[in-house]
């Protein structure tokens, strides 16, 4: 039954991604907006709604702790897992505005993450305000002002749609990455402790690589269909929502508090979260200016082995 669910979680989410990244161009076109930055709005929202439902489950149930750990190992999965995948399938070309606009918001989120949880290891409710008009601040930018950041290889191939059949993709995609990735997580987690894997290493893997899942779906499947700048835009996107809307809402819901027993959240994998953020700057620059490679990938893959084996032992 746990391979059943695994393997129906799989299709839902190819599915789901494939309906949503056709509600994403189809959008774009409508609106006349770049397409990264539907992917960095509608797609990254999408994507991130299982952090949210988790994070908020969490925190309703008094789990506070088990909602950052869930943000910071997605976040370092978007980076080191899905956008390592994603460009070793096919490299991705990027303009000023990733390191003008894109990065820096996804930093100082980060960082912002950072000073509101490492000293009283609490996001307070006035923090979780902070964080979510920071989110509508950013929303509003990238809406007026931002440009297209990835070049559209295959233009031609857009489909117009009327805005019934974006709104319909568009819900049917969400649920299809949100019912796949709750298959998916259910299954694996079944599957690890019959097999007698840790709670531990089961939320270091199985829990923030699930969530993960949707955004590597969306992002493969629109790397294949030559859609960049809404792969790329989803992950850096992604990752800005993960803290400002998914803490942001949960801590405005409840204070988010780091317990004794997860302080390893803030004296170890926040960091790890904040270097490899860190990182896609100079990835982005080196060997190849404003390019990410199968090189880029493989390092950003090393370093999120490293993370799990490390969180493992």
């Known amino acids: 039954m746990n391979i059943l669910y695994i393997l129906g979680g799989l299709v839902l989410l190819v599915l789901g991604g494939n309906w949503l990244l056709k509600a994403a161009v189809g959008l774009s076109l409508k609106l006349n907006i770049p397409k990264i930055v539907i992917g960095m709005t509608i797609v990254s929202f999408a994507t991130s709604a299982p952090e949210l439902i988790v994070s908020v489950k969490s925190a309703l149930n008094g789990a506070t702790g088990l ?22 399938l096919s490299s991705i070309d990027v303009e000023k505005s990733f390191y003008k606009t894109d990065w820096p918001v996804m930093m100082i989120a980060s960082i912002m993450l950072y ?7 609490t996001i307070q409710q006035y923090e979780g305000v902070i964080l979510f008009i920071t989110l509508i601040a950013f929303l509003v930018y990238l809406l007026r002002f ?41 299954g694996s987690i079944s599957l690890a402790k019959s097999l007698g894997v ?20 969306a992002s493969v499947i629109a790397v294949l269909k030559k859609e960049k700048a809404i792969s790329l835009g989803n ?6 929502f993960n803290i400002l809307a998914v803490l942001g809402i949960t801590s405005m819901i409840t204070p988010v508090v780091v317990k004794p027993d997860a302080l390893s959240l803030i004296t170890n994998d926040i960091y790890w979260m904040l270097a490899i953020s860190f990182a896609i700057l100079p990835l982005v620059f080196f060997p190849k200016g ?10 950003l893959l090393v370093v999120y082995i490293a993370f799990v084996y490390q969180a493992i032992m």
């Open 146 to 186: 931002q440009k297209q950041a990835v070049v559209d290889e295959m233009p031609e191939d857009d489909e117009e749609l009327p805005l019934y059949k974006i709104a319909l993709f568009l819900a049917i995609g969400g649920f299809g990455l949100w019912g796949g990735s709750e298959l998916l997580i259910n």
């Open 235 to 240: 992950l850096i996107g992604s990752n800005v």
């Open 115 to 121: 000073v509101f949880i490492a000293f009283d290891r």
């Open 67 to 88: 909602a950052v750990g869930n943000v910071i190992g997605s976040n370092i999965a978007n980076l080191g897992l899905v956008l390592a995948i994603t460009v070793i």
């Open 198 to 217: 840790s709670d531990a290493i089961i939320g270091v893997t199985v829990v923030s690589v699930g969530t993960s899942i949707p955004e590597l779906a």
């Open 290 to 299: 404003l390019r990410l490679g199968w090189r880029d990938g493989i390092i």
